[in-house]
């Protein structure tokens, strides 16, 4: 036999239970959830009917259905936990005194982590998370200001006092190969697959340079 129950917590919430009784006394007992309201209690107490009829047919007597039984209507969501977590790293780095506090900005970045889209799709994204998205308008406004090198300065030093990189040199670095109109490798020049599909002996160079070009 199975049944029910609803037990009061030391924080003062409601655990709702399903417990199993057998003959010999014996119980096992399962925990549903624990709820902090009654909106909360009723959908457990939902929950735990439904699991107690899983496989169960049901004659059609024509009664009215008891409130709260049946499939929970699923109003709203939200991927609360992700959000915040993104969120957290998004002001660890900087990002947020370094953008004065722009949420626009904070959507648009963290909904592309969530799921990389087009900024119109990204709306979509952050509805999805349960999210109150900027207009795809207010959102194009603000794209000049990101652009701007300004913008892009303050969010490099928020990177870079969050590395605590300290003094820092700018560096460029390319590489590419040559290849040589000869069969045969030397120990220098050696058979590979250029980026022009050659086959060639070839050599792979590299060049490095600073801000100013020096190398």
Request: with cysteine; proline share 3%; net charge neutral.
């Amino acid at each position: 036999m199975a049944y029910v129950r609803t037990v009061k917590t030391a924080s003062g919430a409601t655990a709702v239970q399903i417990v199993y009784s057998s003959r010999r006394g014996s119980r096992d007992i399962e925990h549903l959830g624990s709820a902090h309201d009654d909106t909360e209690l009723e959908a457990l107490k939902a929950a735990a009917a439904q699991r107690l009829a899983a496989g169960q047919g049901e004659l059609d007597l024509g009664l009215e259905q008891a409130a709260g039984w049946g499939p929970l209507e699923i109003t709203s969501s939200r991927m609360g936990h992700l959000w915040d977590a993104l969120c957290r790293g998004f002001d660890a780095l900087g990002f947020e005194a370094a953008t004065g506090g722009d949420e626009v900005f904070r959507q648009l970045v963290l909904a592309r982590i969530i799921e990389p889209t087009s900024k119109l799709d990204s709306l979509r994204v952050l509805t999805e998370t349960g999210i109150a998205a900027a207009s795809y308008a207010t959102l194009k406004r603000r794209l000049p200001a990101y652009a701007k090198a300004s913008w892009r300065q303050r969010l490099a030093a928020a990177c870079a006092a969050c590395a605590a990189l300290g003094p820092a040199s700018l560096v460029l670095y390319d590489v590419s190969t040559l290849y040589f109109e000869t069969d045969t490798g030397d120990g220098f020049r050696e058979p590979g697959f250029s980026k022009e599909r050659r086959l060639e002996p070839q050599i792979t160079i590299g060049l490095l340079t600073d801000a100013r070009g020096s190398r």
